[in-house]
Every structure is written in C-alpha cells, then in structure tokens.
C-alpha cells in the first residue's frame, strides 16, 4: 500500500471561520470591557455591555458572514450559467479551450485533447469549473451554517472575558480580564497554527500582538472618557 501524505488544505475553510470567529468574539468583548472599566464604570455596567457587545457582535458576525456566503455563492451560480450556455452553444470550442489549458500545465496536444474528451464526456461542466474558472466545490457553503457557525464561535470567544469580569473583583478587573485574554489568545493562535501545520510561536504571538494592541488603545479611550466626564 501506498504512501499517503497527511495535507491539510483541506482545514483551510473551517479553521479560517472558527480562528476568526473566536479570536473576534475575545479582542472585541474583552477591549470592550477593559474601555469601560477604565472609563469608571461600575461592575454591573461593565457586565451589560460586555453582555450587550456579545449579542450584537455574535449578530454582526452571522449577518456578515452569511452576506459572505451568499454573495459568493451567487457569483459561482453566474459563472456556471455562462459556463453551460458556452457548452450547449458550442461544445467543440469548449474542448479546444480546456485542451488549451491542458497544453499550458505541460501535457503534449494530443494527450491534452484526450485529456479535455474524456473528462468533458464524463462531466463538461465540472471540468470547466474545476479548471477553466478555478472552482474546487461547484456547491460551496451553506450560508446558514456559515453564519450560525460564526455566531457560536464568536460567543464562545466572547464569554471568556466575560466571565472573568463577572468572578474578579473590580480593582482587579483591567488586569485579570487583559492576562486571561492574551491567554486566550495565545492559545487559540497556537491551536489554529498547529492544526494548519504552521509553527504554534508565530500563530500564538501574532494573534497574541494585536489583541493587546486593541486592549490598549480601549483602555486608554475609556481613560480619556472617564477623565473628561
């Protein structure tokens, strides 16, 4: 038997939506919560907007990302309908052009014309979509469990912060709330990397970067805020 390589590519997708819907549901309800609490809020005003910043963002990102899904699944249904309208008009050409493709990846004419025949004869309008528009899926997502799929990994991400708000006393809230989530976030980066097959340090520091980076700039809008009122 075969030697079989173990790619990953393939995790490109999911992994993509889960990393952002996470890491978007930790930097914005945990930068949320320390530009509030830096704005002299009281405990119970920290915990509703962080609760509120929950809703709204799990909300944005559904909203976002089924608008996503659907816009790009509407471009695919145009370009396949060019596609089959080119097949039932003028199939021959449609052969020659595949072939032609075929010919530019490095096979010789002949072998490129069988090539383009037996695919086309046993599936015309997958083979153009697969190599003459670049379509590896003809179906793509489903924007519903796009968007259902964001919100929940926003929200898991999101409740993190948010429950260290609601254990931790108020003078210690900025800090613990600011340590956990780069825990948080160093760890999801770490995670994500490894299960692409990239290096965790790189995943975890650069995921790890710009969320302090956030937290900072809230913190010192809250300082700003609270000093002037």
Known sequence: MGHKENHRSNRVGW????????????????SLIIGVTAASATQHNILLAGIAGLVAGAMSMAAGEYVSVSSQLDTIEADLAIEKQALEQDYEDEIDELAQIYEQRGLDPILARQVAEQLMDHDALGAHARDEIGLSDTHGANPIQAAMFSATTFTIGAALPLLVAWLVPLPLLILMVAVCSLIFL???????????????????VRVTFWGALAMILTAVVGQIFGVVA
């Open 186 to 204: 160093a760890s999801l980066g770490a995670i994500a990397a490894r299960t692409g097959g990239a290096s965790m340090v790189i995943g975890a």
């Open 15 to 30: 992994l993509r939506a889960a990393v952002l819907g996470a890491n978007d549901g930790i930097v914005s309800t945990s």
